[in-house]
């Protein structure tokens, strides 16, 4: 497998994320390593009720909503993990299938 390491940008700032992606494109785990998310809102995006919603997703099941429930209260936060983890993935597999 493969740790891919996204910065997208969340309400309080950049994060930092730790992604794991096995051999057949799904995700074996998500981990936010550090944000400046509003504390009791955005920062329940770190918690693992959260976070643990992206393990064995494929990039295609990665969209608020439809495979992945936003923390409430912080849709902005929950949406840039989501599309962060996404992009990264997306561009990693594009990359790997050249």
Do not use: C
Not at 14 to 28: D, H, I, S, Y
Not at 65 to 85: C, F, K, L, M, N
Request: overall charge negative.
């Amino acid at each position: 497998g493969w740790v891919l390491m996204p910065q997208p940008r969340g309400y309080g700032g950049t994060m930092q994320l730790m992604a794991g992606v096995n051999p057949q494109g799904e995700l074996t785990g998500v981990k936010i390593l550090e944000h400046k998310e509003t504390p009791g809102l955005g920062s329940r995006v770190a918690e693992e009720n959260f976070i643990r919603q992206f393990s064995g997703k494929t990039v295609e099941r990665l969209h608020l909503g439809g495979g992945i429930d936003a923390v409430t209260g912080a849709t902005i936060s929950s949406r840039a993990v989501t599309e962060g983890v996404r992009e990264a993935v997306r561009e990693f597999l594009a990359e790997t299938d050249k």
